[in-house]
């Protein structure tokens, strides 16, 4: 009897997926993810709307802000949105070329499982696949002067077109120089967190400004102050203009009337000293990311003082470093060397909100993109563009190598691979063979986007890249042409195409090692959330993939 029992290992209603079975919905997991961001690559991509539950709109051809804002419940397809994440932080832009690759990756691979190759092998094949592509990217990549404002607008504008800012990308691609290379460090790297980027809606997106300092979304604390101070001297505090509450539960009492005008006068003194100590140092201007108490905005007003209250704290780091002052916690060190200079501060309207403006800061090491554009969503997709391409040229001054875009460089190192594919043995050829047959998803899907005929470009771009010095020919949409990308300035940083397939492969990689779907009860370590069998939807809606 005892013997007839059957064992019960797992739950009854959680799923198992094993070998082949498992591989295969992973990589459709992963393939569907690559095909919905597909139709957004290159100029002529075309746009996502994203709904939520709220009603909320985006409208974005962004890879990862599609990636970010889709509701994904499948484990493996969570994996891939990662790769997106990763591209995003690493180098800003390159996110929809990352998930494509990783995509076609999975699709070869599928064919090689098909035909009997081994998972291990496959995963062999595209280790030395993507370790012959990084050498080759080093010997295509051209040199670029951190200096060449030319080139860097021309990055910028590579990295802008095909998004929803692309008829001002002339004048964006100057601000965005600008704005990087105002505020590189003298070890040559950039920090982007120090361009600030304030979205405004109700003008065109040719309005868009850069301002040489800092713009502040915030309104004088009283309207007796100044609007506009020239020749600013700004003083940045991180303590409140108005009398202290004591740290302990403390009572005073009073008893005679008189004593309670000397009490009042007291706290009126202790703030108007403040106000005094402000005045003392020769500041005109008054940044404070604590409150302002009533009485001292008189006094401040009288003074003829402009001041801000509750300024954001990374706002006060950015006015720090735009202005060359120090930030102080107590008034009574403020001292004149603490003020940092400004050419101008003034309150002004924009949208029908007042905003602080601190201008032509002698020497800023902090920048502000003014983004404008005629409705909310337009100016989020602008914002986003600006983003993308403040990385770019961030990555080309810091690394100074350039590929060339429109497809030339995936064409180029197809070719090269299919080259090195040959002195390949065992069946890990077929994996190199079929890595550099996944590259050419890249100029495939910008000829699709644009309505060329696909098969046809592809033929042209390798007739074209087998004769010698051709490497940098891409495919120009707007014309259905093979051109010369350098000639034509469509050219991006070596960094953007180095990470996106390094991280597609390595991506790839990974599901192709994965033999066996079990749900989990909790995963410890890693996110620390319950993920129970409900958690993961029945293994993530796995079932509706079969």
């Known amino acids: 009897m005892a013997a007839n029992q ?5 739950p009854e209603n959680v799923k198992r997926y094993m070998g082949k079975e498992a591989q295969r919905i992973n990589i459709l997991a ?6 919905t961001v597909r139709s957004t690559l290159g100029p002529k991509g075309m746009d996502k709307m994203l709904v939520d539950d709220l009603g909320d709109i985006v409208v974005t051809n962004d890879g990862v802000t599609i990636l970010k804002e889709m509701s994904v419940e499948h484990p493996a397809a969570k994996m891939l949105i990662e790769v997106a994440k990763t591209q995003e932080k690493e180098v800003g832009d390159g996110t929809t070329t990352a998930v494509v690759i990783a995509g076609e990756l999975l699709r070869k691979a599928e064919e090689l499982l098909d035909q009997n190759v081994h998972p291990t092998i496959v995963i062999k094949g595209y280790h030395l696949a993507l370790a012959k592509v990084q050498e080759v990217l080093k010997d295509m990549a051209m040199e670029v002067n951190p200096d060449d404002k030319e080139m860097l607008k021309k990055i910028a504008m ?17 601000i965005i120089v600008d704005a990087v290379t105002t505020v590189v460090d003298e070890n040559g790297k950039v920090d982007k967190d120090l361009i600030k980027i304030e979205k405004k809606e109700g003008a065109s997106v040719d309005e868009t400004e850069l301002i040489k300092g800092v713009l502040i979304d915030k309104e004088r604390v009283n309207p007796q102050m100044p609007k506009k101070v020239e020749n600013a ?4 505090l991180n303590c409140p203009i108005e009398v202290k509450e004591t740290e302990t539960d403390a009572k005073i009492s009073i008893t005679d009337p008189a004593k309670m005008m000397e009490f009042i006068e007291q706290e009126e003194k202790m703030i108007k000293d403040m106000v005094d100590s402000i005045k003392a140092s020769g500041a005109n201007v008054v940044f404070c990311q604590k409150g302002i108490d009533d009485l001292a905005q008189h006094y401040l007003a009288k003074a003829g003082i402009l001041a801000v209250r509750r300024v954001k704290k990374s706002d006060m780091e950015k006015l720090a470093k735009a202005t060359g002052a120090t930030i102080v916690t107590n008034i009574k060190d403020l001292s004149e060397s603490d003020l940092g200079e400004a050419g101008v501060v003034s309150e002004e309207k924009v949208a029908g909100d007042s905003m602080i403006f601190v201008k032509e800061c002698k020497h800023p090491k902090a920048v ?3 983004v404008r554009g005629t409705t909310e969503h337009i100016v989020d997709e602008v914002a986003r563009a600006i983003e993308d391409a403040i990385g770019v040229v961030a990555c080309t001054i810091e690394d100074g190598k350039i590929v060339a875009g429109g497809g030339a460089a995936e064409i180029e190192l197809a070719m090269r691979l299919r080259d090195y594919a040959d002195t390949v043995s065992g069946r890990e050829q077929l994996a190199v063979r079929g890595f550099a047959d996944a590259l050419e998803v890249i100029p495939r899907t910008l000829a699709e986007n644009a309505g060329l005929d696909a098969i046809e470009m592809i033929v042209n771009l390798r007739a074209k890249h087998a004769n010698e010095g051709s490497s940098t020919y891409g495919l120009n949409v707007f014309t259905g042409e093979v051109e010369d990308m350098k000639e034509n300035g469509v050219v991006e940083p070596l960094r953007v195409k180095t990470q996106a397939i390094q991280s597609a492969t390595e991506s790839a990689e990974m599901l192709l090692r994965i033999d066996d779907v079990i ?3 909790k995963l410890s370590g890693g996110s620390g959330g319950d993920a129970g069998p409900g958690a993961m939807g029945g293994m993530g809606g796995m079932g509706d993939m079969m």
């Open 233 to 236: 001297k700004i003083a940045l």
């Open 30 to 35: 992963g393939r569907i993810i690559a095909e």
């Open 6 to 10: 059957p064992v019960v290992v797992l």
């Open 368 to 370: 502000t993109i003014l």
């Open 519 to 521: 749900a989990a009860e």
């Open 158 to 174: 590579t990295s802008i077109t095909g998004k929803g800012a692309e008829k001002a990308k002339e004048a964006l691609g100057n």
